[in-house]
């Protein structure tokens, strides 16, 4: 039986929220979830109760764990309010696992390429993992790259559709190395975006080269309580910073300047066409400055 119950956020438990909420919610409450959100977000609400049980069941069957918790799902739809919640401009969604706490920017869910389904099942991967493997013991790298790699590619942050970091991080030979995004990401926008391809690049590159189960054979040894560099030896037989180099070159053999420059091709005709526009105008001004007296030409 689904109740449904009209709070104020003063009556909801102390911490439930991260600071800077302040928002009336309704709730909708199951055994198996709990789904606040809101005003007019409440059909929406009614969809997430169902969605985020097929999901659980997507992520079980993909990663071969349970993910026996009842997770709280909050829905925010003011873009400000959430940011302000999340600490960052730069992401649409996160999750606080030792909560179980989901919280959703609504506003970005229709905005491509983002959906409610691939975002919510990112979130929902994150409280999996983290219900397995003891926080410390789970690099964030991994963290979010499993967590892309069952969600459709789909990350938590706004991405510039057209530059890739990564591709950029490639020609410059400019990457963060793995050790660095062990237990937290960067601040700065620009690597922010690259730390989420790499991990996501990086679990995909192992998938490729040791099929699917290495994954999950990494991720079981994490969970048996070995280090992320145990746990990738006794998997591939290979050392991680090796594994990490080898992925490097796998990532130059495969982009170039000549395949960079074809896929930013609009972006760089249009750099090329407001130059010319620019220095067109130049020539104008400069004209009119060596001949005020000529007549304008139409």
Not at 89 to 114: C, E, G
């Amino acid at each position: 039986m689904i109740r449904k119950i009209l709070l104020v956020l003063s009556v909801l438990p102390i911490g439930f929220f991260q600071p800077g909420y302040g928002g009336d919610t309704s709730m909708i409450e199951t055994d198996e979830a709990m789904v606040l959100f809101e005003e007019g977000l409440g059909e929406v609400a009614k969809d997430v109760v169902d969605l985020q049980l097929r999901l659980k069941v997507e992520l079980e069957e993909s990663l071969g764990w349970k993910l026996n918790v009842r997770p709280t799902i909050l829905l925010v739809r003011d873009r400000e309010r959430f940011e302000r919640m999340a600490g960052s401009r730069h992401v649409v969604a996160y999750a606080i696992p030792q909560r179980n706490l989901i919280v959703i920017d609504y506003s970005k869910m229709n905005t491509r390429p983002f959906s409610l389904r691939a975002v919510l099942k990112h979130e929902l991967c994150h409280l999996l993992l983290h219900r397995h493997i003891e926080g410390g013991n789970l690099p964030k790298w991994l963290d979010e790259g499993v967590s892309q790699w069952v969600s459709e590619g789909i990350a938590e942050i706004i991405m510039d559709e057209k530059r890739s970091a990564l591709n950029e991080a490639i020609l410059s030979g400019n990457y963060i190395g793995l050790d660095a995004l062990r237990d937290r990401f960067p601040e700065e926008r620009r690597s922010l975006i690259l730390a989420y391809e790499e991990s996501q690049s990086f679990v995909d590159f192992i998938t490729s080269q040791f099929g699917r189960n290495a994954i999950l054979d990494i991720l079981a040894r994490l969970k048996q309580g070995k280090s992320v560099e145990m746990a990738v030896q006794e998997s591939l037989s290979v050392p991680l910073d090796e594994l990490e180099g080898r992925w490097h070159r796998y990532l130059e053999k495969r982009t170039t300047w000549f395949t960079y420059l074809t896929r930013n091709l609009y972006v760089i005709l249009f750099f090329l066409a407001a130059l010319i526009t620019i220095w067109g105008f130049i020539r104008v001004l400069m004209k009119k400055r060596r001949y005020p007296d000529e007549p304008n030409e139409y």
